[in-house]
């Protein structure tokens, strides 16, 4: 078997374009793209000169029922994602899904079903799990010398943008909680490492030109204690830093601004000597005179991890039959998130939603 993938890709607008087919280009020993659809002649007509050879489709299904296309790359809109998804499977292809990768909990679970019928075809393009910052901080976590995290805040700023495209309208399943929503979410879940127990929410519309959300706030809590503080903004006009990590025995912050870890924690030689608290006679002063703790500050570098890696794992997946490190039931429980959010939002009249215990 040939080692390059043949690619057909659904959709070329800001994300076909941009983001899938600009990314499919730089493995050009692992991927090739033979064809494309899109219902916009303008935008089959308009590829770059690389991709003058490519099938051109008017119709996603024509594209799908090509047989010398193995790998289905869905970059249309929202409520398109599951149905040409499941098309796709049926049709006994390998499916790369954009986010959000379904627009509701009961069709991701239609959309399950399919899936458990074709194991290994469908790859979840939670992308941003390839992100750098996140992957480095994942990695300073799992050294321990935060101690046991207790809080990560996770803030992500589209700046202050009256954006006015389809992805405003709430007709297209569009707005942050959906765009943003399911990269920063899946992070969360990730910092978190256990079951979402509970959850607070605030979405509204504050600026946009369609009816969709543009700013949110989430909190989540997991079985094991850890919070998630996440805010999403379209209506932040100095946006910070990206990330906190609270733990034990530091703090870790991230600002894109500097692009590196910082990191304050007390030295892993420091043992924390059993205290008792003073009831009576307090010091004038706050703190604790009993013990003498000592700090390291440290700054790690953000290495240039590209978020295309994602591709590298599709191609192990079908070529080397490596597990895809994108679990289906974790962009689900994703899935479930935003729609909890909406619910306890009351943001809009959504039909189907699968709640958290009150």
């Given at each position: 078997?040939?080692?390059?993938?043949?690619?057909?890709?659904?959709?070329?607008?800001?994300?076909?374009?941009?983001?899938?087919l600009?990314?499919?280009a730089?493995?050009?020993?692992?991927?090739?793209?033979?064809?494309?659809?899109?219902?916009?002649?303008?935008?089959?007509?308009?590829?770059?000169?690389?991709?003058?050879?490519?099938?051109?489709?008017?119709?996603?299904?024509?594209?799908?029922?090509?047989?010398?296309?193995?790998?289905?790359?869905?970059?249309?809109?929202?409520?398109?994602?599951?149905?040409?998804?499941i098309?796709?499977?049926?049709?006994?292809?390998?499916?790369?899904?954009?986010?959000?990768?379904?627009?509701?909990?009961?069709?991701?679970?239609?959309?399950?079903?399919?899936?458990d019928?074709?194991p290994?075809?469908?790859f979840?393009?939670?992308?941003r799990?390839?992100?750098?910052?996140?992957?480095k901080?994942?990695?300073?976590?799992?050294?321990?010398?935060?101690?046991?995290?207790?809080?990560v805040?996770?803030?992500r700023?589209?700046?202050?943008?009256?954006?006015?495209?389809?992805?405003?309208?709430?007709?297209?399943?569009?707005?942050?909680?959906t765009?943003?929503?399911p990269?920063?979410?899946?992070?969360?879940?990730q910092?978190?490492?256990?079951p979402?127990?509970?959850?607070?929410a605030?979405?509204?519309?504050v600026?946009?030109?369609?009816?969709?959300?543009?700013?949110?706030k989430?909190?989540?809590?997991?079985?094991?204690?850890?919070?998630?503080?996440?805010?999403i903004?379209?209506?932040?006009?100095?946006?910070?830093?990206?990330?906190?990590?609270?733990?034990?025995?530091?703090?870790?912050?991230?600002?894109?601004?500097?692009?590196?870890?910082?990191?304050?924690?007390?030295?892993?030689?420091?043992q924390?000597?059993?205290?008792?608290?003073?009831?009576?006679?307090?010091?004038?002063?706050?703190?604790?005179?009993?013990?003498?703790?000592?700090?390291?500050?440290?700054?790690?570098?953000?290495?240039?991890?590209?978020?295309?890696?994602?591709?590298?794992?599709?191609?192990?997946?079908?070529?080397?039959?490596?597990?895809?490190?994108?679990?289906?039931?974790?962009?689900?429980?994703?899935?479930r998130?935003?729609?909890?959010?909406?619910?306890?939002?009351?943001?809009?009249?959504?039909?189907?939603?699968?709640s958290?215990?009150?």
């Open positions: 078997m040939d080692s390059k993938i043949k690619v057909g890709v659904l959709g070329l607008g800001r994300a076909g374009i941009g983001m899938h600009k990314e499919l730089e493995y050009p020993d692992r991927f090739e793209v033979t064809a494309v659809a899109d219902h916009d002649p303008a935008r089959l007509d308009g590829l770059p000169e690389t991709l003058k050879n490519v099938k051109r489709y008017r119709s996603c299904d024509e594209l799908i029922a090509d047989p010398a296309v193995e790998l289905v790359s869905i970059a249309l809109r929202h409520p398109e994602h599951t149905p040409y998804a098309k796709a499977l049926e049709a006994g292809k390998y499916v790369n899904i954009d986010k959000p990768i379904a627009t509701n909990y009961e069709e991701i679970q239609r959309l399950k079903a399919v899936a019928r074709y290994g075809r469908l979840p393009r939670q992308n799990r390839f992100e750098a910052p996140f992957q901080a994942m990695q300073q976590i799992a050294t321990g010398v935060l101690g046991r995290i207790t809080m805040k996770l803030h700023s589209c700046y202050y943008c009256r954006r006015n495209d389809w992805m405003t309208m709430t007709e297209f399943a569009g707005g942050l909680l765009n943003w929503g990269h920063i979410i899946d992070q969360a879940l910092y978190i490492g256990a979402v127990v509970d959850i607070w605030d979405v509204r519309s600026i946009s030109i369609g009816d969709g959300d543009d700013q949110i989430l909190i989540l809590k997991g079985a094991n204690g850890i919070v998630a503080d996440i805010e903004s379209g209506t932040n006009a100095k946006p910070g830093r990206e990330l906190e990590v609270w733990g034990e025995r530091g703090t870790m912050i991230y600002d894109p601004q500097v692009n590196a870890l910082e990191m304050r924690f007390v030295d892993p030689a420091c924390f000597k059993p205290l008792k608290p003073h009831p009576e006679n307090p010091p004038m002063q706050y703190g604790n005179f009993d013990e003498t703790l000592t700090f390291i500050e440290q700054k790690v570098e953000i290495p240039a991890i590209p978020m295309s890696e994602i591709w590298k794992h599709i191609h192990a997946a079908m070529r080397e039959n490596r597990p895809f490190p994108i679990r289906l039931e974790e962009s689900m429980e994703v899935v998130v935003c729609d909890e959010a909406f619910r306890r939002s009351n943001f809009r009249p959504a039909a189907r939603f699968v958290f215990p009150d």
